[in-house]
């Protein structure tokens, strides 16, 4: 069993960045973010899977995920923030990648807020 736990979550104002990370107990193969909003399922943010990296199309260009060398370690790193943002980010882990649907993962962070005020 892989325990995940998230750190970095906070207020920031409209423009500004945060970074997330996100420490597995044990190595993974593919680590990512979801989110989600009051009243809506978690949704894929961005995914790394062996060096492979996917984004949503909302956040390209914006974030930026990375991971560390142990493979047990990943980071968001969030600019241009926008109020659309706000939302509850879940760090996922799977060592079985099969694609971007949260429900192919087998790990999960209980979860950081990202607040973002316009």
């Known amino acids: 069993q892989v325990q995940l736990v998230e750190s970095g979550g906070g207020l920031v104002q409209a423009g500004g960045s945060l970074t997330l990370s996100c420490r597995a107990s044990?190595?993974?193969?593919?680590m990512g973010w979801f989110r989600r909003t009051p009243g809506k399922d978690r949704v894929f943010v961005a995914v790394?899977?062996?060096?492979?990296?996917y984004y949503a199309d909302s956040v390209k260009g914006r974030f930026t995920i990375s991971r560390d060398n142990a493979w047990n370690t990943v980071y968001l790193q969030m600019s241009s923030l926008k109020p659309e943002d706000t939302a509850i980010y879940y760090c996922?882990?799977?060592?079985?990648?099969?694609?971007?649907?949260?429900?192919?993962?087998?790990?999960w962070g209980p979860g950081t807020q990202v607040t973002v005020s316009s």
């Open positions: 044990g190595r993974v193969l593919s």
């Open positions: 790394d899977s062996a060096g492979t990296t």
């Open positions: 996922a882990a799977t060592n079985f990648f099969r694609g971007l649907e949260p429900g192919l993962y087998d790990y």
